[in-house]
């Protein structure tokens, strides 16, 4: 599986999976119960299957390397600061000219689907990915 799929099959923030985990894991639902042993061994499946030498104190923060890692991401930090971020290009001298510099940091999603050509594209694939129905070319039903 390509990536950029990988990404658009996600449908839940890691917050939401850790709450969504622990719910699993706090509850009496479970069909066989969940005891100590169990719970650690979840925790380092989850933890090898991104590095081995991890330590899984924080779920949320080790499932996001997980979909990282499908995803073909790399971060340089795990925090969302919200603040500008500055772009350092090298391409076509249009592309340079339009990225180089300090941005808000939404631009960056907007300048790089401009870039590949994914405006509409990426919503439509992401939205199949998803099962809903999508009408390909919105003009010609």
Request: glycine share 6%; with cysteine.
């Given at each position: 599986?390509?990536?950029?799929?990988?990404?658009?099959?996600?449908?839940?923030?890691?917050?939401?999976?850790?709450?969504?985990?622990?719910?699993?894991?706090?509850?009496?639902?479970?069909?066989?119960?969940?005891?100590?042993?169990?719970?650690?061994?979840?925790?380092?499946?989850?933890?090898?299957?991104?590095?081995?030498?991890?330590?899984?104190?924080?779920?949320?923060?080790?499932?996001?390397?997980?979909?990282?890692l499908r995803a073909a991401i790399?971060?340089?930090?795990?925090?969302?600061?919200?603040?500008?971020?500055?772009?350092?290009?090298?391409?076509?001298?249009?592309?340079?000219?339009?990225?180089?510099?300090?941005?808000?940091?939404?631009?960056?999603?907007k300048l790089m689907t401009m870039?590949?050509?994914?405006?509409?594209?990426?919503?439509?694939?992401?939205?199949?990915?998803?099962?809903?129905?999508?009408?390909?070319?919105?003009?010609?039903?």
């Amino acid at each position: 599986m390509d990536p950029p799929t990988e990404l658009q099959l996600q449908n839940m923030s890691t917050e939401a999976m850790q709450a969504q985990l622990e719910d699993v894991l706090e509850g009496s639902d479970c069909a066989t119960g969940v005891n100590d042993d169990e719970v650690v061994e979840l925790v380092s499946l989850i933890a090898t299957a991104v590095d081995e030498t991890r330590d899984l104190e924080d779920v949320m923060i080790e499932l996001g390397h997980v979909i990282s890692l499908r995803a073909a991401i790399d971060w340089t930090t795990i925090g969302h600061v919200g603040t500008d971020v500055n772009l350092y290009c090298k391409g076509p001298l249009i592309f340079e000219r339009m990225c180089k510099g300090v941005h808000e940091n939404t631009y960056l999603n907007k300048l790089m689907t401009m870039f590949l050509g994914l405006e509409h594209q990426q919503e439509l694939e992401t939205m199949k990915h998803r099962n809903v129905t999508v009408l390909e070319d919105p003009l010609n039903f």
